[in-house]
C-alpha cells in the first residue's frame, strides 16, 4: 500500500528540503517509486535541488485548480526514472489549497508511486495543518540547539491535537567533535526532549553546500551526509541499522583520573 509522508519544521534553515530531495533520491536508488511534492508554494526549492528547474511547465497549483492533470505536471528526473517531483508554484499561497484539494493530489499521487514525501513549508500554519490532514505520517527535521527544539516542541503539539501519530526524527547538520566535547546536543538527547522516536542523523558536510552551488544532490557524491541518508532510508523502510555512537564528554572527574566524592 503506498505511503504519503510530509516533511516537516517548527522553523526554517534546518535543512527540510534538502532533507526531503535525499530520502527521494535514496528511495529511487532502491528502484522504488517515490513522489516528491513541494508544498512551499512561492518558495519551491526541489526542482533546483534536483536539478530539474528547466523542466518544470505545470505545477502543483495548476493541478489544484484542474487547469492541468497531475500526469502533465509530474517531472521525471533523467538520471532516476522511479523518481518524480511534483513541483510548487512560484508564484501563490500554500493557505489557498484547502485539505481536499491536497487530498485529491495526495490521492491521485499515491496511484501513481509507492512512496509520496510532501516538502511542508516550516512552521505550524493554516497552510501546514491541511497538508498534514491529507498526509499518513511526518517526518520532523530538527538542528540541535534550543531554537529549533523549542519549535519543533509546536509541531509536536500540532500532531497531537489532530491526531496524528507522532513523528519520527532526523537530526541535522550533528557535528560530531562538539557532541564529544558536550558542546552540541547529541541526536538522542534531542529525541528524547521531544518524545519521538529518532529515525537518524545527518552529520555536517562540506559536500552539501559544494552539491547546492553546482545545483546537485549531495546524493550524487560519496560523503558522510551520503552514508547517513542511506542509513536513514533503510530505516524508514523497516530494516534494523544500528544508530552509529558519538562519543559524549565524560564527566570532569572521570578526565581528571579521580574517582567520584561519596556523600557521607
Not at 485539505?99 to 514525501?117: F, L
Not at 516538502?119 to 499518513?136: E, F, Q, S, W
Amino acid at each position: 500500500m503506498s505511503q504519503a509522508w510530509t516533511i516537516v519544521s517548527g522553523k526554517g534553515g534546518v535543512g527540510k528540503s534538502m532533507i526531503a530531495s535525499a530520502l527521494g533520491l535514496a528511495l529511487a536508488n532502491r528502484r522504488l517509486e517515490c513522489c516528491l511534492v513541494d508544498a512551499d508554494m512561492g518558495l519551491r526549492s526541489l526542482d533546483m535541488l534536483l536539478n530539474m528547474q528547466n523542466k518544470v511547465v505545470f505545477d502543483a497549483l495548476d493541478v489544484a485548480n484542474r487547469d492541468c492533470k497531475l500526469r502533465y505536471a509530474l517531472v521525471r528526473h533523467a538520471a532516476h526514472e522511479t523518481l518524480s517531483l511534483l513541483p510548487a508554484a512560484q508564484l501563490g499561497d500554500l493557505r489557498t489549497l484547502d485539505v481536499q484539494e491536497w487530498e485529491r493530489i495526495v490521492r491521485k499521487a499515491k496511484k501513481r508511486a509507492a512512496y509520496v514525501i510532501v516538502d511542508a513549508p516550516a512552521g505550524i500554519g493554516r497552510g501546514v495543518r491541511n497538508l498534514l490532514a491529507a498526509t499518513d505520517h511526518c517526518i520532523l527535521v530538527a538542528t540541535p540547539d534550543d531554537v529549533s527544539l523549542r519549535d519543533a516542541e509546536q509541531v509536536t503539539a500540532l500532531l497531537d491535537s489532530l491526531g496524528k501519530p507522532r513523528p519520527m526524527l532526523i537530526v541535522n547538520r550533528v557535528i560530531p567533535e562538539w557532541v564529544k566535547a558536550g558542546d552540541m546536543y547529541a541526536p538522542q538527547t534531542v529525541a528524547a526532549t521531544l518524545d519521538v522516536p529518532l529515525l537518524g542523523f545527518v552529520p555536517e558536510d562540506r559536500a552539501i553546500l559544494r552539491a547546492l552551488s553546482r545545483h546537485e544532490s549531495f546524493m550524487e557524491a560519496d560523503g558522510p551526509a551520503h552514508e547517513a541518508m542511506e542509513r536513514i532510508a533503510s530505516r524508514f523502510l523497516g530494516e534494523y541499522i544500528p544508530m552509529p555512537a558519538l562519543a559524549r564528554r565524560r564527566p570532569f572527574w572521570r578526565r581528571l583520573g579521580k574517582p567520584p566524592v561519596s556523600a557521607s
